[in-house]
Every structure is written in structure tokens, then in C-alpha cells.
């Protein structure tokens, strides 16, 4: 079984400033995805950005981007130029063969202006 | 494309009575997922439909609960019984047969209360 761990349960950080969220897994598998997604209050999960195991590249999406390290199983999240909107709860998720996701315990990230 | 929905959005039930929650998949995606997530945790699996097969079930799935997909649209999702420990956000993500066929998509969600 695949596990999730976010060891940070909030965060706060100062609008424009970065901030990197921390996230590691376990797993057998050599062939898995990478995700995370953000969750705003009282709003519907997002994705904000997927790394496929197989590529040693980090995946960029504007002002997310990852640090996705295999043999250490860790993949963390940073994001540039924090913004308001940035408010939210992040989920790091793992997919293998199975399909179904298995998501962390979660981040509640502050934004502050 | 008009996004995962899911009806009703809240729904608030007395212990013992059953309830039925409606997801609609965004359109051609074939693969329809079911998650459940309590106050400040993150989502856990329930259960997976490829087109109007159920592939998968969580442990967590009891007898109490039933999903379906016919036709491969959209799902429905009982719970006989409710119980107290029932009461969660009950969320729908579906994923397309082709592309990006590992994304996953969610919906707002379903908030249970069982009284």
C-alpha cells in the first residue's frame, strides 16, 4: 500500500513571497503519478500540477513548480510570487496502476498581504 | 466542458435513513471515481467506474453502500443506514479515456450530516 505524508500542517507566507510545501511517499512501484491539488475554502479541489515518475524533468506550471526527488521519494511544491488567491488547502496525491488517488493529510497554507 | 457536479450539495439526514448522492462526469470522460473526506483530512478512495463497470472498492466501502454507473454517465452513490460516522464530504472526480487520462477532476462535492 502507497502512503502520503505532508508533515507541514500550515504555513503562512507573505504576499509575493515563495514558499515550498513538503510531501513524501512510499511505495513499491516503479511506474506511478505525482499531483498536487489545491482546495480552497468551501470550494472544489483544483489541480495545480502532475509529475509523471518516469521524468527526471520537474514539472512547471507560471508560478508552481516542483521538486520531484525519486530515490529520496520526497516531492515538494513551491510557489513564486504568492498571492492572495494562493489561500488554500494543498494535497499532495499519489496514482499507480490502480487509478484510484491516495492524498496526504493535507497543508492549510495562509497568504498574508 | 462544463465540470464534474454533484447534487445535492449539502444534505443533512437522521441516523438510520438512507440517502442517494448524483454525480454527473464531465462529458466522454469514461472513468468516474468516488472519495470520501472527513473535516481537515485529505480524501480517501471509495470507489472506481470504467464506463458502467465498478473496477475497484475500498475496504471503507461497506455493505451499507452501493454505487452505480449504468450506461457509463453518471453515478449514483447510496448509503443505507447512516450512520453518525457517516457525516463527510463526499466527492466525485471523473478522468478522460484519452490525453491526460491519469488526471483526475473533481467535483464540489456532496456535505453529509447524519443527525
Known amino acids: 500500500a502507497q502512503t502520503v505524508t505532508q508533515s507541514q500542517p500550515e504555513m503562512s507566507v507573505q504576499e509575493a513571497e515563495t514558499v515550498t510545501l513538503s510531501c513524501t511517499y512510499d511505495t513499491s512501484e516503479s511506474n506511478y503519478y505525482l499531483f498536487w491539488y489545491k482546495q480552497p475554502p468551501s470550494r472544489q479541489m483544483i489541480l495545480v500540477i502532475r509529475?509523471?515518475?518516469?521524468?527526471?524533468q520537474n514539472a512547471t506550471e507560471n508560478r508552481f513548480s516542483v521538486n520531484f526527488q525519486k530515490a529520496a521519494k520526497s516531492f515538494s511544491l513551491k510557489i513564486s510570487d504568492s498571492q492572495l488567491g494562493d489561500t488554500a488547502m494543498y494535497f499532495c496525491?499519489?496514482?499507480?496502476?490502480?487509478?484510484?488517488?491516495?492524498f496526504g493529510g493535507g497543508t492549510r497554507l495562509m497568504v498574508k498581504p | 466542458d462544463t465540470g464534474v457536479s454533484q447534487d445535492p450539495r449539502h444534505k443533512i439526514t437522521k441516523r438510520g435513513q438512507n440517502v442517494t448522492f448524483r454525480c454527473d462526469p464531465i462529458?466522454?470522460?469514461?472513468?468516474l471515481y468516488w472519495y470520501r473526506q472527513t473535516l481537515g483530512q485529505g480524501p480517501e478512495f471509495l470507489t472506481y467506474f470504467q464506463n458502467e463497470a465498478q473496477l475497484e472498492k475500498s475496504r471503507l466501502l461497506s455493505d451499507r453502500f452501493s454505487a452505480e454507473r449504468p450506461k457509463g454517465s453518471f453515478s449514483t452513490l447510496e448509503i443505507q443506514r447512516t450512520e453518525q460516522g457517516d457525516s463527510a464530504m463526499y466527492l466525485c472526480?471523473?478522468?478522460?479515456?484519452?490525453?491526460?487520462?491519469?488526471?483526475?477532476?473533481f467535483g464540489p462535492g456532496t456535505r453529509l450530516l447524519v443527525l
Open positions: 472526480a471523473s478522468s478522460p479515456a484519452r490525453g491526460l487520462k491519469e488526471t483526475q477532476y
Open positions: 462529458s466522454e470522460h469514461n472513468r
Open positions: 496525491a499519489f496514482m499507480a496502476a490502480g487509478n484510484m488517488l491516495t
Open positions: 509529475q509523471e515518475a518516469y521524468k527526471q
